[in-house]
């Protein structure tokens, strides 16, 4: 031991000028104190060491970034200038691109727009309804049901809306991505400790596996797509129609053009990635961004976009069991401006309290605590200290979501705290539940749609109780895996019936 902490004295002289932390234990660092609740251990380390602090995940060091006013300045500022940034892992050119080119399909597929919710959201709503109805009220763990149909809303976005259910590549799809899940769910910290995938732990043999089929099967159907490409003008455009189109349009240019490139008719005005950045196409194009990459578009969106919304629903449904009297003011909203018509986007303006509600949901379960590891792509000076070029850097949103000196009673659940005297939304700066800077959710807007139609239609219909003579689950009993998801529990979904 006294060999190891002149070893460790000697190593963090050497280690220029990093931000103190906790010591942890040889060869394992701190990742022994972890728990199945990491967010918490490393808010609470924040408090002894300051907001700016470091740990070593088993040899390698990891610097922690808390507080609104620290991750900002990291990700905001430091995110903006390309020569000192703090960005995810392997953040560069192709990754911006997709970005842009998730965020110009979003707005051609049409999220946040009425036409997207006729076509999708209504009839999975219903499919939802029967499925809760079918409980009878009994005491059941409703995840299943709430995952099924976040997933079908997802796909049906990334594969089009026209899918029938009965599709087999489209079954293959959902069975792969739900074994995904469940191995995720056990693979825990290896989530946000990516030197951990290297282990040589059979789960995570099968997770590669696994995530292999799902690229496999994601690449076949989209292909298939392009080989059976038709015009269809009243079609609502989903991914994949963008996608077929964009790769057709591609491909033509690519042999018939040589010169910039304008992929821009007027119906689908699709998005060609070298506009975004200003740049005139050359033959090198390939490598900047080709089909692999839209692919890979298609993947992100699959993977990023199910579990973090079906988490948030499942913790909605639980505080709504768990707090009767809020639950009875959302349904009050909403019966009052909505009766029995199904709720569209164009209500959120009108149910403050019902948004507020969901963004209290957001705020206290979190469920992206630790965002998604970044790291630094140079030496950046940072707050006094030098943290290295290719250092871990984990954004511990929980901090901001908990921090007392934002929110009143952190610990509270509240959904006033996100309403002015007026009875308005405010979206404090401090909610941040999609991260800031260049690397925020690119599903926010989404996830929003998502979570909004979600969560007015359960409360419309439906009632959440938990059983005669169950306790509420211990919040930290939840576990921190690729997302904090909430103890196993069970609740009792009573349909409210017919309001008129
Ligand atoms: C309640 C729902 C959601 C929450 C709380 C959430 C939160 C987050 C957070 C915190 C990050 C990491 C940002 C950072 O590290 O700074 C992220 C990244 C990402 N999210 Fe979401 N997300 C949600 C839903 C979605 C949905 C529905 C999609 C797409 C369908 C999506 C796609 C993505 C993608 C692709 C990234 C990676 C962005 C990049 O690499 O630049 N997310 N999300």
């Given at each position: 031991m006294v060999i190891f902490m002149i070893f460790q004295t000697y190593r963090r002289k050497h280690r220029k000028n990093l931000p103190p932390g906790p010591w942890g234990l040889p060869i394992l660092g701190c990742l022994p104190y972890l728990g199945r609740n990491a967010h918490l251990v490393l808010t609470r380390w924040a408090k002894t060491y300051g907001d700016v602090y470091s740990v070593r995940f088993g040899t390698v060091p990891v610097v922690v970034l808390n507080g609104f006013g620290v991750i900002r300045e990291a990700l905001v500022k430091h995110g903006a200038d390309d020569q000192t940034c703090i960005l995810v892992e392997n953040y560069d050119r192709l990754l911006e691109e997709r970005r842009h080119y998730t965020m110009r399909l979003f707005r051609i597929i049409g999220v946040?727009?009425?036409?997207?919710?006729?076509?999708?959201?209504?009839?999975?709503?219903?499919?939802?309804?029967?499925?809760?109805?079918?409980m009878g009220g009994k005491a059941t763990d409703i995840y299943p049901i709430l995952r099924d149909s976040v997933a079908n809303i997802t796909l049906g976005i990334v594969f089009g809306f026209h899918l029938e259910h009965n599709d087999s590549q489209y079954e293959g799809i959902l069975d792969t991505v739900h074994?995904?899940?469940?191995?995720?769910?056990?693979?825990?910290?290896?989530?946000?400790?990516?030197?951990?995938?290297?282990?040589?732990?059979?789960?995570?043999?099968?997770?590669?596996?696994?995530?292999?089929?799902l690229v496999l099967q994601v690449i076949a159907w989209l292909k298939g797509q392009v080989s059976n490409h038709h015009e269809d003008s009243n079609h609502i455009k989903s991914f994949a129609d963008s996608y077929k189109t964009d790769v057709l349009k591609y491909r033509g240019q690519k042999t018939n053009e040589k010169g910039p490139v304008r992929i821009n008719n007027n119906?689908?005005?699709?998005?060609?990635?070298?506009?975004?950045?200003?740049?005139?196409?050359?033959?090198?194009?390939?490598t900047i961004f080709s089909e692999n990459q839209i692919i890979s578009v298609a993947i992100d969106l699959i993977v990023a976009g199910f579990e973090t919304v079906t988490t948030t629903l499942r913790w909605g449904c639980l505080y709504m069991a768990m707090y009767p009297e809020i639950q009875a003011k959302v349904q009050e909203e909403i019966d009052s401006n909505l009766g029995d018509r199904n709720p569209n986007i164009t209500d959120k303006g009108t149910l403050p309290y019902t948004e507020a509600t969901i963004m209290e949901i957001q705020r206290l379960n979190c469920v992206t605590p630790l965002a998604v590891p970044h790291s630094t792509t140079k030496d950046v000076e940072f707050r006094g200290y030098t943290?290295?070029?290719?250092?871990?850097?984990?954004?511990?949103?929980?901090?901001?979501?908990?921090?007392?000196?934002?929110?009143?009673?952190?610990?509270?659940f509240d959904p006033q705290r996100h309403l002015n005297e007026r009875g308005r939304t405010i979206r404090h700066d401090v909610f941040t539940p999609f991260s800031l800077g260049k690397r925020s959710c690119v599903g926010a807007p989404l996830a929003r749609m998502e979570l909004f139609l979600f969560f007015t239609f359960l409360m419309q219909k439906f009632t959440f109780r938990l059983p005669n003579g169950a306790s509420a689950p211990v919040f930290e009993e939840g576990t921190l895996a690729s997302t904090l998801t909430p103890p196993a529990h069970q609740l009792c979904v009573v349909s409210r019936g017919k309001k008129t």
């Amino acid at each position: 031991m006294v060999i190891f902490m002149i070893f460790q004295t000697y190593r963090r002289k050497h280690r220029k000028n990093l931000p103190p932390g906790p010591w942890g234990l040889p060869i394992l660092g701190c990742l022994p104190y972890l728990g199945r609740n990491a967010h918490l251990v490393l808010t609470r380390w924040a408090k002894t060491y300051g907001d700016v602090y470091s740990v070593r995940f088993g040899t390698v060091p990891v610097v922690v970034l808390n507080g609104f006013g620290v991750i900002r300045e990291a990700l905001v500022k430091h995110g903006a200038d390309d020569q000192t940034c703090i960005l995810v892992e392997n953040y560069d050119r192709l990754l911006e691109e997709r970005r842009h080119y998730t965020m110009r399909l979003f707005r051609i597929i049409g999220v946040g727009r009425k036409n997207l919710e006729s076509a999708i959201f209504k009839p999975q709503l219903e499919v939802l309804m029967k499925d809760l109805t079918n409980m009878g009220g009994k005491a059941t763990d409703i995840y299943p049901i709430l995952r099924d149909s976040v997933a079908n809303i997802t796909l049906g976005i990334v594969f089009g809306f026209h899918l029938e259910h009965n599709d087999s590549q489209y079954e293959g799809i959902l069975d792969t991505v739900h074994k995904m899940f469940e191995l995720n769910a056990k693979l825990s910290i290896v989530n946000f400790v990516p030197f951990l995938e290297k282990l040589p732990l059979p789960r995570l043999k099968q997770f590669d596996e696994v995530s292999t089929r799902l690229v496999l099967q994601v690449i076949a159907w989209l292909k298939g797509q392009v080989s059976n490409h038709h015009e269809d003008s009243n079609h609502i455009k989903s991914f994949a129609d963008s996608y077929k189109t964009d790769v057709l349009k591609y491909r033509g240019q690519k042999t018939n053009e040589k010169g910039p490139v304008r992929i821009n008719n007027n119906e689908t005005e699709l998005y060609h990635p070298t506009q975004a950045i200003g740049q005139e196409r050359n033959d090198n194009l390939d490598t900047i961004f080709s089909e692999n990459q839209i692919i890979s578009v298609a993947i992100d969106l699959i993977v990023a976009g199910f579990e973090t919304v079906t988490t948030t629903l499942r913790w909605g449904c639980l505080y709504m069991a768990m707090y009767p009297e809020i639950q009875a003011k959302v349904q009050e909203e909403i019966d009052s401006n909505l009766g029995d018509r199904n709720p569209n986007i164009t209500d959120k303006g009108t149910l403050p309290y019902t948004e507020a509600t969901i963004m209290e949901i957001q705020r206290l379960n979190c469920v992206t605590p630790l965002a998604v590891p970044h790291s630094t792509t140079k030496d950046v000076e940072f707050r006094g200290y030098t943290i290295p070029k290719d250092t871990m850097v984990l954004v511990n949103l929980w901090s901001v979501m908990t921090d007392p000196v934002c929110w009143p009673n952190p610990e509270k659940f509240d959904p006033q705290r996100h309403l002015n005297e007026r009875g308005r939304t405010i979206r404090h700066d401090v909610f941040t539940p999609f991260s800031l800077g260049k690397r925020s959710c690119v599903g926010a807007p989404l996830a929003r749609m998502e979570l909004f139609l979600f969560f007015t239609f359960l409360m419309q219909k439906f009632t959440f109780r938990l059983p005669n003579g169950a306790s509420a689950p211990v919040f930290e009993e939840g576990t921190l895996a690729s997302t904090l998801t909430p103890p196993a529990h069970q609740l009792c979904v009573v349909s409210r019936g017919k309001k008129t």
